[in-house]
């Protein structure tokens, strides 16, 4: 019935971020409208919208004090070549950290956004094919 069509992040410059994230994350652009731009990962059905604001505005929630959490993460099969990946053009990242053996880590775009990078743990039941399985059996 319904599915995520895309994902939106607001950037004060748009010429700048379409290409960082085109350069930097390998997005391809679809086309673009008067204040945004959609593109496609090469992986995955979601699409991904860059919207222009005049000034920054969060992409992450307070989960409780410091504590912070952003609204999507991207999944990766090898956090560890993404993170050097990223670090070897320049892109400002956390550690890699461990959660229950989900392995992350989080990157700044050009208006410091900050999104999570994520590997799957084999045998959670939030892992990918275990939500497939459970995506057919409730069809």
């Given at each position: 019935m319904f599915k995520i069509g895309?994902?939106?992040?607001p950037v004060t410059n748009l010429?700048?971020?379409s290409s960082w994230?085109?350069?930097?994350?390998?997005v391809k652009k679809i086309?673009?409208?008067?204040g945004g731009?959609?593109?496609?990962?090469?992986?995955?059905?979601?699409?991904?919208?860059l919207i222009e604001v005049e000034t920054p505005q969060p992409?992450?929630?307070?989960?409780k004090g410091k504590q912070k959490n952003s609204y999507f993460n991207f999944v990766v099969q090898d956090v560890d070549a993404i993170h050097k990946?990223?670090?070897d053009k320049g892109v400002v990242t956390t550690e890699i950290d461990d959660f229950g053996g989900m392995r992350f880590f989080d990157f700044f775009d050009p208006?410091?956004?900050?999104?999570?990078?994520?590997?799957?743990?084999?045998?959670?039941?939030f892992h990918s094919d275990h939500v497939k399985k459970l995506q057919e059996m409730n069809r």
């Open positions: 895309s994902v939106f992040v010429e700048k971020s994230y085109e350069e930097l994350l390998g086309g673009s409208w008067d731009a959609g593109f496609y990962l090469p992986n995955g059905s979601t699409q991904f919208g992409t992450e929630f307070v989960i990946e990223l670090n208006d410091r956004n900050p999104f999570s990078v994520v590997s799957e743990v084999e045998g959670s039941p």
